[in-house]
C-alpha cells in the first residue's frame, strides 16, 4: 500500500483535543466523514478556504494558530518526516527521476497541471515526484510514460540519457536548495518568517491572501472593534491580496436602511476617507491599537463644516461625529 504524503501538516488535532472536542463531534459540525477529518489531521489531505474558516469558527481558534510553528511539536515530525523521505529519494534515485521527467515535460511544452492531469493525478502528487520528494509506485510508471505519448522503456532511456549528458544536474541542485529552504529556519531562501513558522508562514501567507479579517460587529448602538484575525471571511472578487483591506458588520439601524442588514462593509485603513465618502469612522487610532485593543466604530457619511474640518454624520438617529480615523469604504456585500 503507498504510504500518504503529508501534504499539510497542522495543528488541528492539538487544538481540537486542548479544547476537549472529539473527531466524531468535529466531523459531525464540519460535515465532513470521519476519515476526512483524520486524514486532514494527520495532514494527508487539504482543506479549502471555506473549510478552514469553518474548523477555525468550530474551535474558536484564529487562522494563523492552524499552521505548524518552529516550536510546534508536530513541527519536528514533520520535519523528520520529510528529511527521511528525501534520505530515501536521493538513494533510489527519485530525484534524477522527478528532474528527467521535468525536462520531458518542458520539451513537450506542458504545464504541472496539464501533465498531473494526463497522467491521472492530483497537482500536488505529481509536483513531488517531479522535485523527488515522493516515491513512484508501480502502477504509476505507465500512465506517468503514456502521459507523454511515451513507453516505458522509452521514458526511462530518455531520462537515463539526459543524467549521462549532465543536463540534470544543475536541476537537482536547484531542488535542494528548494527543500532546504523549507526545512532549515531562517534560512534566507525560506522567505517570509511570521512568528518563528518553519512551515506554517508559506501557507499562512497563501491563505491569508484571499481572506479578509473581520475587525468590527453591532454592539448596541455602535460597532465593537478589534484588529484581530480571529474571525476572517473570503474576499469578493477584486479584494484578493489587497493590503491593508478589512471588514465590519454594520449596525444597519444606524444607516437606516441604507447599508441592508445581513452584509460586510470593506473599508481601506491605507485610504483616508473626503468629503462625500462613505467611511468606517473610529474613535481611536487605528495605527495604534493593538490586537487586544478595543474601540468603538460607526458607518458615516463623511461631512465638511464652515470651517473645512471633516466630520461624519450617523443618519439614524442624526447624530455628527467627530474621531481620528476615517477609512473609505470600497465595497459593501451581502453575506
Not at 511539536?73 to 534524477?96: F, M, P, T, Y
Amino acid at each position: 500500500m503507498a504510504q500518504e504524503e503529508i501534504i499539510f501538516p497542522n495543528n488541528i488535532r492539538n487544538i481540537r483535543m486542548k479544547s476537549g472536542m472529539k473527531m466524531t463531534e468535529l466531523a459531525r459540525r464540519t460535515g465532513l466523514s470521519l476519515s476526512a477529518v483524520s486524514k486532514i489531521e494527520k495532514g494527508v489531505r487539504r482543506l479549502n478556504q471555506k473549510q478552514l474558516l469553518n474548523i477555525c469558527n468550530i474551535l474558536g481558534c484564529k487562522l494563523s494558530d492552524i499552521f505548524i510553528h518552529e516550536s510546534d511539536a508536530v513541527a519536528d515530525q514533520w520535519q523528520s518526516e520529510i528529511k527521511r523521505r528525501l534520505n530515501d529519494n536521493e538513494d533510489s534515485g527519485l530525484k534524477v527521476f522527478g528532474s528527467g521527467l521535468r525536462k520531458i515535460r518542458q520539451s513537450r511544452g506542458k504545464t504541472i497541471a496539464q501533465a498531473a492531469k494526463d497522467a491521472g493525478m492530483t497537482l500536488s502528487v505529481y509536483h513531488k515526484i517531479e522535485v523527488g520528494q515522493r516515491e513512484v509506485y508501480q502502477n504509476e510508471i505507465e500512465p506517468l510514460a503514456k502521459s507523454f505519448a511515451l513507453s516505458v522503456e522509452n521514458m526511462f532511456d530518455k531520462i537515463a540519457n539526459l543524467y549521462k549528458s549532465g543536463e540534470l544536474n544543475k536541476q537537482i541542485s536547484k531542488v535542494k536548495e528548494r527543500v532546504k529552504s523549507v526545512l532549515i529556519p531562517g534560512n534566507p531562501l525560506a522567505g517570509i518568517d511570521m512568528q518563528g513558522s518553519l512551515y506554517g508562514a508559506k501557507l499562512y501567507d497563501s491563505a491569508r491572501k484571499k481572506l479578509i479579517p473581520v475587525f468590527g460587529i453591532p454592539n448596541g448602538k455602535s460597532i465593537a472593534f478589534r484588529k484581530s484575525d480571529k474571525t476572517m471571511i473570503v474576499a469578493p472578487a477584486g479584494l484578493e491580496g489587497r493590503k491593508g483591506i478589512y471588514a465590519v458588520v454594520p449596525n444597519a439601524k444606524r444607516t437606516d436602511g441604507f447599508i441592508p442588514e445581513k452584509s460586510y462593509v470593506f473599508a481601506d485603513s491605507e485610504t483616508a476617507a473626503v468629503t462625500g465618502d462613505l467611511a468606517v469612522c473610529i474613535d481611536s487610532d487605528f495605527t495604534a491599537l493593538g490586537e487586544k485593543d478595543t474601540a468603538t466604530a460607526q458607518i458615516v457619511r463623511v461631512r465638511q463644516d464652515a470651517h473645512g474640518k471633516q466630520y461624519g454624520q450617523i443618519v439614524s438617529p442624526d447624530e455628527k461625529i467627530v474621531a481620528p480615523t476615517m477609512h473609505k469604504v470600497i465595497m459593501i456585500v451581502m453575506e
